[in-house]
């Protein structure tokens, strides 16, 4: 089994920043995409950044030029570096690995943390 671990989730005012990160443990042989995805009250939960096992990185058009994904696989952990937050970044903000461990890869999720942007 694998359990992802998010953090770094709170409460900012627009124009800041904040850097979320998601650690997986238990049993991990590869770790392919990693990724970034947020729900906003309301609303569907939409892709945000992934990173893959390469390293090419993807952003949603809404937070290009102000998110930055990375990861360190010496650790299992995917990073979201937030720049320049707005009201409109409010959300659950969710990770996700495809994770190959025993005898098949799956998607995992993380417990989602709460990213709030108001004055």
């Known amino acids: 089994q694998v359990q992802l671990v998010e953090s770094g989730g709170g409460l900012v005012q627009p124009g800041g920043s904040l850097r979320l990160s998601c650690a997986a443990s238990g049993s991990i042989r590869i770790i392919y995409d990693m990724g970034w995805n947020r729900q906003a009250p309301g609303k569907q939960r939409e892709m945000v950044a992934t990173?893959?096992?390469?390293?090419?990185?993807r952003y949603a058009d809404s937070v290009k030029g102000r998110f930055t994904i990375s990861k360190d696989v010496t650790k299992n952990t995917v990073y979201l570096q937030m720049n320049s937050l707005e009201p409109e970044d409010t959300a659950v903000y969710y990770c996700?690995?495809?994770?190959?461990?025993?005898?098949?890869?799956?998607?995992?999720w993380g417990q989602g943390t709460q990213v709030t942007v108001s004055s």
């Open positions: 996700n690995m495809n994770v190959y461990s025993n005898s098949a890869s799956r998607n995992y």
């Open positions: 990173i893959t096992l390469g390293g090419t990185t």
